[in-house]
């Protein structure tokens, strides 16, 4: 059985390109669930535009 850190590890592989994929496509990540990501798109342009700067 992986430890912790290898299992971190393995979510981060996995999360990282998918939320990219989520924000190039104009999406809005909303949160991560376990080994889901809950994200929408069509938010208000300027709920965009202050996403945007936060990152």
Do not use: C
Request: charged residues 20%; without cysteine; proline residues 5%.
């Amino acid at each position: 059985m992986p430890n912790a850190k290898v299992l971190i590890e393995f979510m981060n592989e996995y999360m990282d390109p998918m939320t990219d994929i989520i924000i190039h496509q104009y999406g809005t990540v909303d949160k991560f669930i376990g080994d889901a990501i809950m994200a929408y798109w069509n938010a208000p342009e300027m709920f965009r535009i202050m996403q945007s700067v936060r990152l």
